[in-house]
């Protein structure tokens, strides 16, 4: 007999069980399925969306992304992740914490109260997991985890952008957080590296670039060991703007930019990345108005759902 109380965003007795229903497509969307819960106390990572949609070029959009994102994700719940040996969910405690609210119409106050939120979370979870929005989110984010983990950390991006162009210096703005980052000491440049680059920029500050056409050139498992060796074991924070991906992959972003990583490609890098000192991720700028396939939001899932992997085999 079917148990019609199944719905384990609200059912689940504990934060490591599996939750397989039967129908993928009903109940509450919770990343993964996982339990909804703002008492994070014992929980290894909790989920958050920030539906933050400011100046993403050209293709507003992304404070869908999060709803989008979640919703893929429960396809992806019925087994653990392919290929990986074990499930994610049986070694980490894993919560949804839903997203953090702001005024769209007080657009200078949203980095505070996006710092402040997630702050609040690493109080008691070990570490956030997430889900955007613009990819001016990683900035609070950044903020919040150096703080946590007494930064800077090393920052290892996935992008078609460096996002370290120079602005006034205090404005909201998707292209510019990373050199905000180095400039307050939130990452190193020196063990910091961005994969799958394909836009000019002449002043990196210091982060190496391991560009799209040199990503084409290698194996997969040949960029992850460059970005380990930058690295080097300190505290990292892994952000995946899904434009990395190349538009065939991901139509759905608000900077598309021909040329890109494969899935394939990137997901390979990923799980190449076994090693990785990781305290803070996220995954950003699915834009799903511009996919109505809804491909771009299944692969920032799989992007997410690959990083919890990573995590749980953290050193």
């Known amino acids: ?65 999060p709803r989008a994102v979640r919703a893929a994700s429960t396809q992806l719940a019925w087994s653990r992740a392919w290929p990986s040996a074990f499930d994610p969910f049986e070694r980490l405690a ?9 005024d769209p119409g007080r657009p200078g106050e949203t980095p505070a109260i996006i710092e402040a939120a997630i702050s609040s979370v690493l109080e008691e979870a070990k570490a956030a997991l997430v889900i955007g929005g613009d990819h001016f989110t990683t900035y609070p984010a950044l903020r919040a985890a150096a703080k946590k983990h007494g930064g800077p950390l090393a920052l290892v991006q996935f992008d078609a952008h460096t ?36 836009t000019t920029n002449d002043d990196p500050l210091g982060i190496t670039v391991i560009d799209a056409i040199r990503c084409h050139r290698s194996t997969p498992e040949e960029v992850a060991a460059e970005a380990l ?15 990395a991906l190349d538009p065939s992959c991901a139509p759905g972003t608000g900077t598309p930019v021909c040329g890109g ?10 799980r190449a990345l076994k090693g990785l000192n990781l305290v803070g991720m996220d995954v950003v700028e699915v834009s799903p108005p511009y996919d109505h396939a809804e491909i771009t939001a299944l692969a920032g899932a799989t992007v997410a759902l690959e990083m919890l992997c990573l995590y749980a085999v953290r050193p």
């Not at 399925?33 to 958050?48: K, Q, S, T």
């Not at 894993?94 to 702001?102: E, I, K, M, T, Y």
């Not at 300190?234 to 899904?242: G, M």
């Not at 990583?261 to 990923?270: D, P, T, V």
């Open 1 to 65: 007999m079917t148990d019609h109380r199944k719905d384990y965003a609200f059912t689940a007795t504990t934060l490591k069980q599996r939750t397989h229903d039967e129908a993928m497509y009903s109940g509450a969307l919770s990343f993964c399925r996982r339990a909804f819960a703002r008492d994070l106390a014992g929980v290894d990572v909790a989920v958050m969306g920030v539906p933050l949609d400011t100046t993403v070029t050209n293709r507003p959009g992304t404070r869908f992304g």
């Open 94 to 102: 894993v919560a949804d914490w839903g997203d953090v609210a702001f």
């Open 163 to 198: 996002d370290t162009w120079q602005d006034e210096g205090d404005r909201v703005e998707h292209g510019t957080m990373f050199w905000r980052a180095v400039r307050e000491g939130l990452i190193d440049p020196a063990h910091s590296v961005q994969i799958g680059i394909r």
């Open 229 to 243: 060796r930058v690295v080097g074991g300190r505290p990292a924070y892994l952000t995946f703007d899904i434009d």
């Open 261 to 270: 990583l494969f899935s394939w490609q990137a997901l390979a890098m990923l």
